[in-house]
């Protein structure tokens, strides 16, 4: 009897759990009133987590310190936490230690979770369940990822990750299951050097939720051949998942992009994908960009984008509904140079464009490297190589001198930043356009039409922060960052 009651005396206090009666917790707080679960250690000159810590509904965690973990004990968040350094010199930590990292876990989180400024380093991972969640200019690296997938886990949440680096972690960066919905916003974030040794993306996403996922302005790179770049699934039908893939840079890893299942439509719009070509098995993948149906509710609008050096250029497989241009809405995407060795290495075979569907696709104004519709017609497989294959129409295409001519039609926009609630305008070769504006999220904020070379835009009504202004016509769209003060 007198051995059951110390046992569960150690079971009682190997956690603490917040009364949730609305109240707001310091660190310091916790080292007071948590019974040891968190310590300062005063050899190390640290606060560090010795054991499980749960902040209950409504109450909140205001984390002014950097926090240690012990091995393998949680953070658990179902009321709120604010973790924002406004320090420019220092990074607020949540770092583990030599063995099994801690984890942080957002689990049907009452209020916010707030992330700014942290470096968050050596942990198992982070779960995010149903929560609101928002991490900016954060620092994710060395993620052992033993005990999930992923250096962060979403489920059933629209997390938000602005100006955020990930690198060097054992699992992806971010995913989420084939069994929730979920839709991150993903913009201004470097990824590199993630997943070790495994047959994974840096991101790896299941079905989206109402909203879309939004991924804008990354820059997504390897280093490890069995990384791929992004891939987006639905294999169970579970919703109708939107996405937004925007100006990003993916280049050197297994795979670009690849959006596989039922019910996707994406927009793919202004991306580079360069030399994914670390697969040395071409049968097993190395596409810039692949789509990949299960029927044609499977749907990709494809534009200005720059698809190169990759063992394939575009994969479209068993069933899609892809549009790389028509005559109305010029493509404008650059691709060639995508291609692999074959037959024992004897012969270098090019594919720009696979079309490995009975589904009929438009490809028409794109500029695939040469003018010479043989050449172009030999690095496209489509019915005219094979009948039962969906026909490709790419004809009219670009030449080099109308690609060149597009990419010296520009814009200014003085000054930048701005603070005077307005700013000037300035396109060449000025012609009927629309310009708009969107925020980090992508989201539209403004749109106005453009028939002058000078134009005074007003931008009062926005508030301070970081945009994307984009003009457009009939026959092509570019993008700058603009900074409001």
């Known amino acids: 009897m007198f051995v059951f009651s110390i046992g569960l005396w150690s079971m009682l206090n190997a956690q603490w759990v917040s009364p949730g009666n609305g109240t707001t917790y310091t660190i310091e707080d916790l080292v007071e009133v948590s019974n040891g679960c968190v310590m300062w250690i ?23 310190h950097s926090l240690y973990f012990n091995n393998n004990v949680t953070l658990t968040i179902k009321g709120s936490i604010e973790a924002i350094n406004t320090d420019n010199y220092y990074w607020l930590a949540f770092s583990g230690n030599s063995g099994v990292g801690g984890r942080i876990r957002l689990e049907d989180a009452t209020g916010p979770c707030v992330f700014r400024r942290c470096n968050i380093t050596e942990l198992d991972g982070i779960q995010i369940i149903e ?32 100006s955020c680096e990930f690198d060097n972690n054992n699992g992806s960066a971010i995913s989420s299951p084939a069994n929730g919905q979920t839709s991150p916003q993903i913009t201004d974030c470097i990824f590199f050097w993630n997943v070790s040794m495994s047959n994974n993306p840096h991101i790896n996403l299941g079905p989206g939720s109402q909203d879309s996922i939004r991924i804008v302005n990354c820059t997504i790179h390897a280093g490890d051949e069995m990384a791929g770049g992004i891939s ?131 490809a028409v104004g794109n500029y695939w490297g040469t003018i ?23 004809i009219p295409f670009l030449d080099d001198d109308a690609i060149e001519e597009s990419e010296n039609i520009a814009f200014a ?73």
């Open 42 to 64: 005063d050899g190390n000159q640290q606060y560090r987590i010795e054991n499980d810590i749960t902040i209950s509904a409504n109450d909140k965690l205001d984390v002014n």
């Open 131 to 162: 929560s609101e969640a928002v991490f900016t200019d954060c620092h994710f690296q060395n993620f052992r990822c033993e005990q999930q997938s992923a250096a962060v886990n979403c489920m059933n949440c629209d997390p938000v990750f602005t």
């Open 232 to 362: 987006i699934s639905d294999l169970m039908g579970t919703g109708d998942t939107k996405i937004l893939l925007k100006n990003n840079n993916i280049n050197h890893n297994r795979y670009g992009y690849n959006q596989q299942g039922y019910h996707l439509s994406s927009t793919i719009i202004g991306n580079t994908f360069d030399q994914n070509n670390l697969e040395t098995n071409p049968m097993n993948g190395g596409s810039g960009i692949s789509i990949y149906g299960m029927d044609g509710n499977n749907k990709a609008y494809i534009r200005n984008n720059t698809i190169t050096k990759n063992l394939w250029g575009i994969t479209i497989i068993n069933a899609a509904d892809v549009d790389l241009g028509t005559e109305d809405d010029w493509g404008h995407n650059v691709i060639h140079d995508n291609g692999h060795l074959a037959n024992y290495g004897m012969d270098y075979l090019y594919f720009d464009l696979y079309n490995n569907t009975a589904c009929d696709i438009m």
């Open 372 to 394: 010479d519709e043989q050449v172009i017609e030999e690095h496209i497989t489509h019915q005219y190589d094979d009948p039962s294959l969906g026909l490709v129409t790419y």
């Open 413 to 485: 926009v003085a000054p930048n930043p701005i603070s005077n609630g307005s700013f000037t305008l300035t396109v060449e070769n000025a012609q009927p356009s629309e310009m708009v504006i969107y925020n980090l999220n992508g989201q539209l904020i403004k749109s106005q039409k453009i028939d002058n070379s000078v134009n005074t835009i007003n931008v009062e009504t926005l508030e301070s922060g970081v945009y994307f202004i984009e003009v457009r016509n009939n026959e092509e769209r570019i993008v700058k960052k603009i900074i409001i003060k």
